[in-house]
C-alpha cells in the first residue's frame, strides 16, 4: 500500500505529527510502533508508572558500554515500549527549559527557524493549560497541563526550606526562565495522565485516513537513486513493505532513529561498511553528539512519615487505591515527585545549571536502608561531555551500543560537586533539619570535593533524556545530519522530527519540547506557522 506519510514511531513527536496531517491536512498516513498499544490501567493513573518501570512489555532497557569515567559501571537506560512513548510511562513532568536553550539551536543550525521566539507558539498551540493563560501558555490545545492532585508533606518542607536560603518561589517554570523553587506542571488532570496518544492520536484513531501498526519492528528506509520511497517493517510474524508517495518521518527517538538511518545505509560510511550495510549518504554526525541529564542522589532518613515512604504497599497500598476510585483523590494522584529547584549559577553568573528533585522516598535511591526519608536528587542540566551511539550489527532486533558519557568533561563534574552541596544546604537548614535524622548518601564522612566526586561516580545515572544522536546543523556542515527543514543531508523525501534532532540538550525534561519539535517540523514541512 502506498501512503502521503510514513511516521516512524509513536511516541511523543510521532503521535503529534500523524495527528496535525491527517486531521489539519487529510493526508494518508501510515504510523508504526515498535511496542504495543497503551492498554494497562496502570499507564492511565499518575502513580502508575512505578509499577512498570522494569516490565519489558512496557519498557526496553538500554544497556551501555562500560562507563570508565564512572568506575567503568554499565549503566542502564530506560526508555518507553508502548504506544506514546515516554509520555505513556514518564514521571509527567512537563518542563520547557531556557530562551537560550532555543536560541542557540537558531545559531547552531545558522537559521531563523529556530529560536524560542518560533517555537514558543507551538508550546502554546499543544497546550491545554489548566491554571495559566497568557502569552506564554495556551489554553485549547489537547494536551492537558495542570498539577498532580497530591502534595505530601515533605514537598512542602522542602519548599519553605528551600525559601529560606533565598530562592524566590516560582509559580511557572516555563516561562523561559526556570529559576528558584516550586511545584511541577505535569501533563494531566488530577488524578489521570495525559499521554501523547490520550491529546493526539485518540482522537484521530478511527479516522480512515490514519493506519497504526503497533508491535511493527523497522527494518530499515528504502532509498532509491537518493529518495526515501518505502519502508520495510516486520508485523504479525509478516514481512511488509509500505511505499510513500510524500515522506518519511522519522520519529523512533534518540536510540532508534540513528540506528535506522544507519540500517539504511545512511551514516559514518566506514562503520556502515564494517557490517556490510550499502552506503547512501555518508554523514558521519549520525549517532554522534549524544547528550543526556545525568542525576545522582543525596539521601537522608527522618524522624517520621513525611512522604511517600512505605505507601505503596499492604494496608496503605489498599487505602489508597479505594480513595482513588472512589474519589480521584489522594496519594494515587501525585507522580511521586511534586517540586523542584534550582541552583548553582552557570561559571559563576549564568543561569543555574543543577535542578533538584525533592523525592519524599529513600527506595527509590538503591543501595540505602529501607526507612522513611527524603531523596534529594540532583540532575545537571546542561552537560558539556556528548557520547555517541553505534551498531552492535546489521540485525535490527539487536540494540545499539551506547556510550552516554556521563560526567565526561571536568566541568560537569564539577558543576554537579555543586549540586550536591547545594541539596545539603537543604538538609541542614530549617525547617528540613527538624525532621532530618542522618545523611545515608553520601553519608557524613564525604565531605571533599574528591569524597564527592566519588560518590557521584559511584551514583550517576540517566535522567531518562537522551537527545542529539541525528543532529540539526548548518547545510553542509560535516557533523550535520539534518538542516534547519530537518531533512536528512543528501536524501530526499526523509526527515527526522524527535529529540535526536536537538544540536544541544535543553535544560529540561524533553517530553514537551519533543512534542514542540514535532510540531514545528509538520509546519515547516507544510509551509504553515502558528499563530
Request: aromatic residues 6%; hydrophobic residues 40%; charged residues 20%.
Amino acid at each position: 500500500m502506498t501512503y502521503d506519510y510514513v511516521v516512524i514511531g509513536g511516541g511523543s513527536a510521532g503521535c503529534v505529527a500523524a495527528w496535525r496531517l491527517t486531521q489539519e491536512f487529510g493526508a494518508k498516513v501510515l504510523l508504526l510502533e515498535a511496542g504495543g498499544p497503551d492498554d494497562n490501567w496502570l499507564l492511565r493513573i499518575p502513580a502508575g508508572f512505578v509499577k512498570l518501570l522494569s516490565n519489558k512489555k512496557y519498557v526496553t532497557h538500554y544497556e551501555t558500554v562500560p562507563q570508565p569515567q564512572l568506575d567503568n559501571r554499565v549503566l542502564s537506560i530506560p526508555q518507553g515500549a508502548v504506544l506514546g512513548g515516554g509520555s505513556s510511562i514518564n514521571a509527567q513532568a512537563y518542563m520547557r527549559g531556557r530562551i537560550r536553550d532555543y536560541d542557540e539551536w537558531g545559531e547552531m543550525s545558522g537559521s531563523p527557524l529556530w529560536s524560542w521566539a518560533k517555537i514558543l507558539p507551538h508550546f502554546r498551540a499543544l497546550e491545554g493549560n489548566l491554571r495559566f493563560n497568557n502569552e506564554f501558555h495556551g489554553i485549547d490545545g489537547p494536551l492537558k497541563v495542570g498539577q498532580g492532585g497530591f502534595v505530601c508533606e515533605m514537598t512542602n518542607i522542602f519548599l519553605r526550606t528551600a525559601q529560606g536560603l533565598g530562592l524566590p518561589f516560582r509559580h511557572d517554570f516555563n516561562n523561559g526562565a526556570p529559576g528558584g523553587v516550586g511545584y511541577l506542571q505535569i501533563t494531566g488532570t488530577p488524578g489521570r495522565r495525559c499521554s501523547a496518544v490520550d491529546a493526539f492520536l485518540r482522537p484521530v484513531m478511527d479516522a480512515p485516513n490514519l493506519h497504526l501498526r503497533t508491535r511493527a519492528l523497522v527494518s530499515r528506509i528504502v532509498v532509491e537513486n537518493g529518495r526515501a520511497v518505502a519502508v520495510e517493517y516486520r508485523h504479525e510474524g509478516r514481512q511488509e513493505t509500505a511505499r510513500v508517495d510524500g515522506e518519511v518521518l522519522l520519529a523512533a527517538g534518540a536510540f532508534v532513529s540513528p540506528k535506522l538511518l544507519m540500517l539504511s545505509g545512511i551514516g559514518p560510511a566506514d562503520h556502515l561498511r564494517e557490517h556490510g550495510i550499502a552506503v547512501q549518504a555518508d554523514l558521519p554526525g549520525v549517532g554522534q553528539n549524544l547528550q543526556d541529564h545525568p542525576g545522582s542522589p543525596v539521601v537522608a532518613a527522618t524522624n517520621g512519615n513525611y512522604g511517600h515512604f512505605g505507601q505503596d504497599r499492604g494496608l496503605k497500598m489498599a487505602l489508597n487505591g479505594v480513595e482513588y476510585l472512589l474519589f480521584r483523590r489522594g496519594r494515587i494522584t501525585s507522580t511521586g515527585v511534586e517540586s523542584c529547584s534550582f541552583h548553582v549559577p552557570e561559571d559563576g553568573h549564568g543561569d543555574p545549571v543543577m535542578q533538584v528533585y525533592c523525592v519524599p522516598t529513600t527506595s527509590y535511591a538503591g543501595d540505602v536502608p529501607n526507612v522513611d526519608g527524603v531523596t534529594l536528587h540532583t540532575v545537571l542540566l546542561r552537560p558539556r561531555a556528548v557520547g555517541w551511539l553505534k551498531l552492535r550489527s546489521a540485525d535490527p532486533a539487536d540494540q545499539a551500543l551506547v556510550h552516554p558519557n556521563y560526567l565526561g568533561h571536568p566541568d560537569d563534574l564539577r558543576h554537579h560537586i555543586l549540586g550536591v552541596r547545594a541539596a545539603r544546604e537543604i538538609l541542614a537548614a530549617r525547617p528540613m533539619r527538624d525532621v532530618v535524622t542522618t545523611e545515608l548518601l553520601p553519608g557524613p564522612q564525604a565531605q571533599s570535593d574528591e569524597d564527592i566526586a566519588r560518590h557521584l561516580r559511584r551514583t550517576a545515572r540517566t535522567d531518562f533524556h537522551p537527545v542529539g544522536t541525528c543532529r540539526m546543523g548548518r547545510e553542509g556542515a560535516a557533523d550535520t545530519v539534518v538542516g534547519p527543514d530537518l531533512r536528512v543531508q543528501g536524501v530526499d523525501g526523509l526527515r527526522v522530527i524527535d529529540a535526536s534532532i536537538m544540536p544541544k540538550l535543553v535544560s529540561a525534561n524533553t517530553n514537551a519540547p519533543t512534542m514542540a519539535i514535532a510540531d514545528r517540523a509538520i509546519s515547516i514541512m507544510r509551509g504553515v506557522e502558528r499563530a
